[in-house]
């Protein structure tokens, strides 16, 4: 009876002391935006990680992210402020690029902007902590990579120009 009350309390405080978790909201996608957000479902330090499937693999010519919680507690006494830890954009070849974020407080936001061309797959992680029920949300953007002209298509543009150049001359002076 003594071995199975400590495994009834043991269980209980494994249950308890569990780590703190944020649900990720699915992102919403559209062709180069991506909506990110998250919910402290239990309150304390949370991570969470989105992959961002839906954007493509690139590579782009541009990626942006922002990220924005605000205290609802002056309007709810249940929710409250999440502090960004840190965040990261990681790109398609794993290399994490830093969030910047502004000072803990009631209103916090963070920003990161990668010049590309950067590899697809992108992948947002961000670390934080925060009241049970606290909520932040955010934005990917990208911008596709600009196509560079073959130098066939460049020939065949010159070329043409020098026909209507020849053609000018010629024809012109009448």
């Known amino acids: 009876m003594k071995h199975l009350m400590i495994a009834v309390i043991v269980a209980t405080m494994a249950m308890v002391a569990g780590e703190a978790r944020a649900t990720p909201i699915t992102p919403t996608c559209s062709a180069n935006s991506c909506v990110i957000g998250g919910i402290n479902t ?5 991570t969470d990680t989105t992959t961002l499937t839906s954007l493509g693999t690139g590579p782009f010519g541009l990626a942006s992210g922002s990220v924005i919680t605000i205290d609802a507690a002056p309007l709810s006494s249940t929710t409250g402020n999440i502090d960004f830890v840190s965040g990261v954009l990681r790109d398609g ?3 994490n690029h830093n969030f910047s974020f502004s000072p803990n407080g009631t209103s916090e936001s963070g920003l990161v902007t990668i010049i590309g061309p950067v590899p697809g797959l992108l992948t947002v992680v961000i670390n934080a902590t925060g009241n049970a ?5 955010g934005n990917v953007t990208v911008t596709p990579l600009a196509t560079v002209p073959e130098p066939t298509s460049l020939l065949l543009m010159g070329a043409g120009l020098l026909g209507l150049g020849i053609a000018r001359r010629k024809f012109g002076h009448n």
């Open 93 to 95: 070849n794993g290399i």
């Open 42 to 46: 239990l309150g304390g330090a949370f």
């Open 133 to 137: 029920g606290a909520t932040y949300g």
